[in-house]
């Protein structure tokens, strides 16, 4: 009976990777047997592609039908080299920003004071201060220096009140401004600074005062002429915190000491009435080390002060 014509493999369903294995597999199978019977190869090339046709199709309606549907290839028997990746979820999207190319760049809309806005001083800068937990009498004077090391409204109180007990109590008494003299009379253990004040030279004073920003006004000397330079209380207080940044050790003593002789009242009403600052003043409410800053402008306007004297 002739073999009927049959359409490819793709017209029946089947994988041309199946149709490849099966048409190998009854090549070896006839090859095998071509050479047990000894048939040379050449007079039986016609046979044999007619055998290989039939069988192919034979075993083509053996399959089940859903293996015809899709015939999976031989590959996908094989264990994958390695596991599938993860699915990836799904997020809504939403508008890429942009990224700095460098760590270094800035953008270009940032000025230099929102920087100095945005990004508070260190810790652990050229200052250095205790954060010890306050005492009740700390408590009454409160933080003179915030954590970067810059003097508080509070401080200015301290240092307003002291300078209006100068003003009152030093020689001259009840004068409007503290006068060289009266600085002299506070600074007396310290030689150099006293040295400034007795030296008597009202314009190189003057200057000094200026140089390091310190509010003062001009009063009359002896002979009723306005030209001796006599610091306000808020100039007072300027050159106090100065002194105080720049040599803390030395200058906790001398306050030490001032509060303890002296009746201070702050500078300003607490509950409509004067407040009396404690008698004693902790070192610990003051800065631990000098800064460098306000000490070289201290000892350059000094310099420069016992320069122009000659």
């Given at each position: 009976?002739?073999?009927?014509?049959?359409?490819?493999?793709?017209?029946?369903?089947?994988?041309?990777?199946?149709?490849?294995?099966?048409?190998?597999?009854?090549?070896?199978?006839?090859?095998?047997?071509?050479?047990?019977?000894?048939?040379?190869?050449?007079?039986?090339?016609?046979?044999?592609?007619?055998?290989?046709?039939?069988?192919?199709?034979?075993?083509?309606?053996?399959?089940?039908?859903?293996?015809?549907?899709?015939?999976?290839?031989?590959?996908?028997?094989?264990?994958?080299?390695?596991?599938?990746?993860?699915?990836?979820?799904?997020?809504?999207?939403?508008?890429?920003?942009?990224?700095?190319?460098s760590p270094v760049e800035k953008?270009?809309?940032?000025?230099?004071?929102?920087?100095?806005?945005?990004?508070?001083?260190?810790?652990?800068?050229?200052?250095?201060?205790?954060?010890?937990?306050?005492?009740?009498?700390?408590?009454?004077?409160?933080?003179?220096?915030?954590?970067?090391?810059?003097?508080?409204?509070?401080?200015?109180?301290?240092?307003?009140?002291?300078?209006?007990?100068?003003?009152?109590?030093?020689?001259?008494?009840?004068?409007?401004?503290?006068?060289?003299?009266?600085?002299?009379?506070?600074?007396?253990?310290?030689?150099?600074?006293?040295?400034?004040?007795?030296?008597?030279?009202?314009?190189?004073?003057?200057?000094?005062?200026?140089?390091?920003?310190?509010?003062?006004h001009l009063v009359q000397d002896?002979?009723?002429?306005?030209?001796?330079?006599?610091?306000?209380?808020?100039?007072?207080?300027?050159?106090?915190?100065?002194?105080?940044?720049?040599?803390?050790?030395?200058?906790?003593?001398?306050?030490?000491?001032?509060?303890?002789?002296?009746?201070?009242?702050?500078?300003?009403?607490?509950?409509?009435?004067?407040?009396?600052?404690?008698?004693?003043?902790?070192?610990?409410?003051?800065?631990?080390?000098?800064?460098?800053?306000?000490?070289?402008?201290?000892?350059?306007?000094?310099?420069?002060?016992?320069?122009?004297?000659?």
């Amino acid at each position: 009976m002739p073999v009927p014509e049959r359409s490819d493999s793709a017209a029946h369903g089947i994988s041309p990777e199946l149709s490849a294995a099966i048409t190998e597999k009854v090549k070896k199978e006839l090859m095998e047997h071509l050479k047990q019977t000894g048939t040379p190869v050449d007079s039986q090339k016609q046979h044999c592609c007619n055998a290989i046709i039939h069988r192919r199709d034979h075993d083509q309606h053996r399959l089940p039908p859903q293996l015809l549907e899709k015939s999976p290839s031989p590959v996908q028997h094989t264990k994958p080299a390695y596991p599938p990746a993860p699915a990836v979820e799904s997020y809504p999207s939403e508008p890429l920003k942009p990224q700095p190319s460098s760590p270094v760049e800035k953008p270009s809309n940032v000025r230099f004071s929102d920087q100095l806005q945005t990004q508070p001083r260190p810790a652990g800068g050229p200052r250095s201060f205790s954060s010890l937990e306050l005492s009740t009498i700390d408590q009454k004077w409160g933080r003179l220096f915030d954590s970067n090391g810059d003097p508080t409204q509070r401080l200015g109180q301290f240092l307003r009140g002291l300078a209006n007990h100068i003003i009152a109590e030093f020689n001259p008494k009840r004068s409007i401004v503290v006068t060289p003299v009266k600085m002299a009379t506070y600074y007396s253990t310290c030689l150099r600074t006293v040295a400034i004040f007795k030296a008597q030279s009202n314009e190189q004073i003057s200057r000094l005062y200026q140089d390091l920003g310190c509010e003062h006004h001009l009063v009359q000397d002896a002979t009723f002429v306005p030209i001796v330079p006599a610091l306000t209380p808020v100039g007072f207080a300027r050159w106090m915190s100065l002194h105080i940044m720049a040599y803390p050790d030395q200058e906790a003593k001398r306050l030490e000491k001032a509060v303890l002789d002296l009746p201070i009242d702050a500078d300003g009403l607490t509950e409509g009435k004067a407040e009396r600052l404690p008698k004693q003043i902790s070192r610990h409410l003051l800065p631990e080390k000098e800064d460098r800053d306000p000490k070289m402008l201290i000892e350059t306007v000094v310099a420069n002060f016992f320069e122009d004297l000659g």
